[in-house]
């Protein structure tokens, strides 16, 4: 049958009307695994989403357009790097919700279209990469190798960011949006200490580039990487580990099905101390490439007296207990050790608080302790009440979503947006209606138009059996657009919450966090709310004002993020723009399993997920 939306036409079969409500949007796939030695790669070397692998497929072996009179308008197909190192793709998301293990395979339909056919000329495509420090054909590494020693990243670090947090560089767009940006390079360079040993924490992750990443003098140094891989997908990324003698794995525990490890840390310890990095970008080649990421870099911890106990080193935001709680939480003896490290620096300078997410059935006061129940505890302890506070709205951008259920009031607009809306121990409950809910997430034009073209779609896994199921989500769906870092043409991997004011000029607090819009993710309230169920790992970092020595309840936004000095060091660099602008009636969410064949991206390609 067919179901029409503003969003458009699409098609459902039977079996995607009989999901179940908390059905997953798309099942992580071993199937682009292939063993080294066997011929030529189909698909990348690592586990990947079905999404990811498609994407790879169409970058390497595109879909052309065949209307010359489009095709001559757009920029060719050879502008776009083919070259098949480091094209791999890979679900980062817990991101969405769990498949009933019972839930019959959905088919696959041809879904009719109807998209606005918004050609981007060759020209124009062309302009956006003028005066780049990188080019649109020079390989990622080539470029990171000559930035990192033109760029005095120490003083980046420690001057004018007192926030610490930073975006990737992106490949394509004009350098001064690099200048105050950061690779996983330089987070890796001797510029930031003298290494020991490191610990990475990550969903998708391919050893062979992450070894690469790491300065010829560090390559060797002890590294150990945190997974949640399983069966096929572990024996392959034991495979790729046991080619280097410093290289130990730590399998995070999954026990609740569906869950997935998506928590994106490094641990980096050095002769001179400690550094905590709390990202967004999986460990492969393309989450560092063309994509907007978030990244929050701790200052360089220093090591406390030999035999000090205690509370010593704690910070105001307990972030040094609480990080070791997480470490704790895996209940695995390798990450006891780097609890007791952590123990043994001094974390005092940390101004933000640690918020992750770790699987299990909560109840009692250990609800509080994860997942969006532990947002709403630190907003109530630690953010004062703001006048006329139920007309500041909230804003969750996110590169992928989960099932939300059959209409808002089943978690977005009750128990999420509770959690998101409290300010101070005084508040009351707000009417739902009175807190407005914006929501960013790419439409299929932002994608088309992006430097990647379609295949930036593959990390933006909304697939139509869920979109199907939740269209009322749309209406509260807003654009991808990013002029105030110059990242609109970078497809967002970031995932930001925050509490913006009416004219969106201040933020009550912002968060950067590996965790999307899924109840996986946040958890979700059972048994009449006197448990909260989490399926997945995930960490972020919160900002409050009152950490950063402001009374005043909130942070004004920086207008531009790359700005200079005419603005107060206080202002919070959000790196997209605010306020954001809503779906128009011809825009769509970007759906990555239907074809869109009505007009071609910036390479002159189309998308077709078969």
């Not at 189909?42 to 990947?48: A, K, L, T, V």
């Not at 190192?85 to 919700?97: A, F, N, P, R, V």
């Not at 088919?107 to 020209?123: L, M, T, W």
């Not at 330089?186 to 990443?213: E, H, M």
Request: contains cysteine; hydrophobic residues 30%; proline residues 6%.
């Amino acid at each position: 049958m067919y179901q029409e939306s503003e969003h458009g036409k699409w098609t459902i079969s039977s079996s995607d009307e009989s999901m179940e409500e908390n059905a997953d949007a798309e099942k992580p796939s071993t199937s682009s695994l292939s063993r080294s030695g066997h011929g030529k790669t189909s698909g990348p070397q690592y586990p990947c989403s079905e999404a990811r692998n498609v994407a790879h497929k169409r970058k390497v072996s595109p879909t052309k357009c065949t209307d010359k009179s489009i095709s001559t308008e757009i920029s060719p197909a050879k502008k776009q790097r083919t070259s098949q190192e480091g094209l791999g793709w890979c679900l980062s998301s817990s991101d969405e919700d769990p498949e009933s293990e019972n839930q019959p395979k959905y088919s696959q339909k041809v879904v009719k279209e109807e998209e606005p056919q918004i050609i981007v000329p060759e020209k124009q495509f062309l302009r956006r990469c003028e005066d780049n420090e990188l080019s649109v054909s020079q390989k990622p590494e080539e470029h990171y190798n000559v930035a990192s020693k033109g760029q005095d990243t120490w003083d980046l670090l420690n001057e004018g960011n007192p926030f610490r947090f930073f975006v990737t560089k992106v490949r394509g767009i004009k350098s001064k949006y690099n200048s105050g940006a950061l690779h996983i390079k330089d987070i890796l360079s001797p510029l930031f200490g003298t290494l020991v040993s490191s610990a990475q924490f990550n969903y998708c992750i391919d050893v062979k580039w992450l070894i690469r990443q790491y300065p010829p003098e560090f390559r060797k140094k002890p590294l150990l990487i945190v997974h949640g891989e399983k069966r096929e997908s572990k024996a392959e990324l034991h495979a790729q580990a046991h080619q280097y003698e410093n290289v130990r794995l730590c399998q995070a525990k999954l026990d609740i099905a569906f869950g997935t490890h998506h928590t994106k840390m490094m641990l980096l310890l050095y002769e001179e101390g400690l550094r905590v990095v709390i990202h967004t970008s999986n460990l492969i080649d393309d989450d560092w490439d063309q994509k907007t990421q978030g990244i929050w870099l701790s200052p360089l911890y220093s090591r406390l007296p030999h035999g000090t106990t205690g509370s010593a080193g704690e910070s105001l935001t307990n972030f040094k207990s609480d990080l070791i709680n997480y470490l704790m939480s895996y209940n695995s003896p390798t990450l006891k050790e780097w609890a007791d490290i952590i123990q043994e620096h001094d974390l005092s300078e940390t101004r933000v608080y640690l918020l992750g997410s770790t699987p299990g059935r909560y109840q009692g006061n250990q609800k509080e302790k994860w997942g969006h129940l532990r947002l709403r505890k630190l907003l109530k302890e630690y953010t004062s009440q703001i006048p006329a506070q139920e007309s500041w709205p909230v804003i969750g951008q996110f590169s992928s979503i989960g099932s939300m259920g059959a209409d808002q009031s089943k978690w977005l607009c009750s128990e999420f947006q509770e959690s998101l809306v409290t300010l101070g121990s005084n508040t009351k409950t707000l009417a739902k209606p009175d807190v407005p809910i914006h929501l960013i997430y790419p439409t299929v034009d932002n994608v088309r138009q992006s430097l990647e073209g379609y295949p930036a779609g593959g990390s933006l896994p909304y697939s139509i059996q869920t979109a199907q199921k939740q269209l009322w989500l749309h209406s509260y769906f807003h654009k991808w657009s990013a002029e105030a870092s110059g990242r609109s043409h970078a497809m967002p991997h970031i995932k930001t919450y925050m509490r913006p004011s009416p004219d969106f000029q201040k933020i009550a607090w912002f968060l950067v966090t590996s965790a999307n819009l899924s109840k996986a993710a946040w958890g979700a309230l059972e048994k009449n709310g006197t448990q909260l169920m989490i399926r997945s790992y995930e960490l972020g970092v919160l900002f409050l004002p009152s950490a950063f020595g402001l009374d005043t309840g909130y942070f004004h936004v920086k207008t531009k993020m790359f700005s200079g000095s005419n603005e107060p060091m206080t202002s919070f660099p959000v790196p997209y723009d605010l306020p954001p602008e809503q779906y128009g009636s011809k825009d769509r969410p970007w759906i990555w399993n239907i074809p869109y064949t009505k007009a071609p991206d910036t390479h002159g390609n189309m998308w077709v997920p078969s």
